[in-house]
Structure formats: C-alpha cells, structure tokens
C-alpha cells in the first residue's frame, strides 16, 4: 500500500520558518515528480511547489517563490519544504503529492498519490 505521511506542521509567528517532510512508503517515488500543496480554509486546494526526480528542476507558485524551498532525498523516499518567512496567508493544511512518474510537463495538477496533510497555522 502506498502511503505519503506529511510531518513537521505547526503553529508559528509571522516571519517564522519550518520545514515540512514526506515520507513515502509502499513504492519508490525516486523517478517521479512529487510536489507540494495547500488548501486554507474556505479556498480550493492550491499548488505550491514540485521537483523533478532529480532534484534539478523545481516550480513555485507565485506567492512562494523566494520564501519557500523544496529538495528530496531519494535514498530516504522523502521530500522536504523549507517554508522561510512565514506569514498569516501561508495558513493552510499542507498536502504532499506524488505523481507516477516523472511527468513533469505540467508540474501543477496530474498527481497520483496524496498525503493527508500537516497543519501550518501563521500568527500575526
């Protein structure tokens, strides 16, 4: 069974950082495209970030570029996002995704696998 488990969400200030994690089990994800989204409250879930296999090519939304980082560790099966400068906007239940392969022409929809979410809760 294939299982993508998010850690590391939180409660923080605005202008803090953290650094969410995804664990994938069940398969190798070390050929595939996997990324990152959000959905706040009352909004429709929104793309974040994703990264190529190998790690050399990764997409940002508009409103993360520069503030947040993603990586992976293929060893580990993981992906990370680095989340620097937080602000009360950035609230959200965090989802990890994964797609099947590395399907990277459309880095923004197209995923196959899902995590259950992290909270990330920015205070003002």
């Known amino acids: 069974q294939v299982q993508l488990v998010e850690s590391g969400g939180g409660l923080v200030q605005a202008g803090d950082s953290l650094r969410l994690s995804c664990a994938a089990s069940g398969r190798s994800f070390s050929r595939s495209l996997m990324g990152w989204f959000r959905q706040a409250p009352g909004k429709a879930r929104e793309f974040v970030a994703a990264i190529r296999w190998s790690g050399d090519n990764t997409y940002y939304s508009d409103s993360v570029n520069g503030r947040f980082t993603i990586s992976r560790d293929n060893t580990k099966n993981t992906q990370y996002l680095q989340m620097n400068s937080l602000k009360p906007e950035d609230t959200a239940v965090y989802y990890c995704?994964?797609?099947?392969?590395?399907?990277?022409?459309?880095?923004?929809?197209?995923?196959?696998?899902w995590g259950q979410g992290t909270q990330v809760t920015v205070s003002s």
């Open positions: 995704a994964a797609k099947g392969g590395d399907f990277y022409f459309n880095p923004r929809s197209g995923y196959d696998y």
